[in-house]
């Protein structure tokens, strides 16, 4: 697992693409938070809070991770690599884990340089320090197990196609229903509306973000982290036999 995860990180950081997310990421963070006037913008919201980030941070990961994870295995099936590497003397959960692990670090150092906003906000708060770091430091552990369940997700679509917007597309969609898809349903059928609202991950992720950590919110991700990651093995499997 580890020459695959070492492979994967060389791969983004040996071309344009792992800087290209990371700054595409901070950049647009950067924006609706400070600069674009809007429901984002923490100067003019009058709290001294982060949850105008962890409210947009989501929606551009949607979009973000499958554009990092989309290349995983179409990639390999397109240049004729994936025979190569399933025969390789590793199992396929190791193959699968080097591959989520790697685009899932790439993420997290995109997320890293935001923890500026946490020393901003404390600077900005009346009195200074008026900051609820409970929830803040809940929201970011939860952003770690939404990008792992996103990255699952992106991985398994993958080894759909061949062709990688077909893989993004497929990324995008999925990401979309587990995130919101769920919570709009239940908009819908006031009678199950809370239980059809957590199986999305939108409902666990704010859970989390009231600074509590439940270990129904976590279990919750890593169901989703290891199904999609079990759906990819077994797809494998499909391709090896």
Request: hydrophobic residues 55%; glycine residues 8%.
């Amino acid at each position: 697992m580890k020459s695959i995860l070492l492979r994967e990180i060389k791969s983004f950081f040996g071309s344009p693409i792992g800087y290209l997310v990371i700054a595409i990421f901070l950049l647009l963070n950067g924006l609706f938070l400070w600069v674009f006037e809007g429901d984002f913008n923490i100067l003019n919201s009058g709290f001294a809070d982060l949850s105008p980030f962890f409210t947009l941070a989501p929606w551009i990961l949607i979009f973000l991770i499958p554009a990092v994870t989309m290349r995983s295995f179409s990639d390999e099936k397109k240049q004729g690599t994936i025979e190569l590497l399933l025969t390789k003397p590793i199992s396929l959960w190791e193959i699968v884990s080097g591959k989520f692990f790697g685009a899932f670090i790439l993420i997290v150092i995109a997320i890293i340089p935001t923890f500026i906003y946490v020393y901003a906000i404390y600077g900005l708060g009346l009195p200074e320090g008026n900051i609820d770091m409970g929830s803040t430091m809940g929201s970011y552990f939860g952003l770690l197990f939404l990008i792992a369940g996103y990255t699952a997700i992106g991985i398994f679509t993958s080894t759909l196609s061949e062709n990688q917007i077909v893989a993004f597309i497929l990324s995008v969609f999925l990401c979309f229903v587990f995130y919101y898809g769920f919570d709009g349903i239940a908009t819908f059928i006031k009678s199950f509306e809370d239980t059809i609202a957590s199986i999305g991950m939108d409902y666990h992720f704010k859970s989390m973000g009231r600074g509590v950590i439940d270990s129904r919110d976590v279990i919750y991700f890593i169901s989703i982290t290891l199904l999609f990651l079990a759906l990819t093995v077994y797809k494998l499997k499909s391709l090896k036999s």
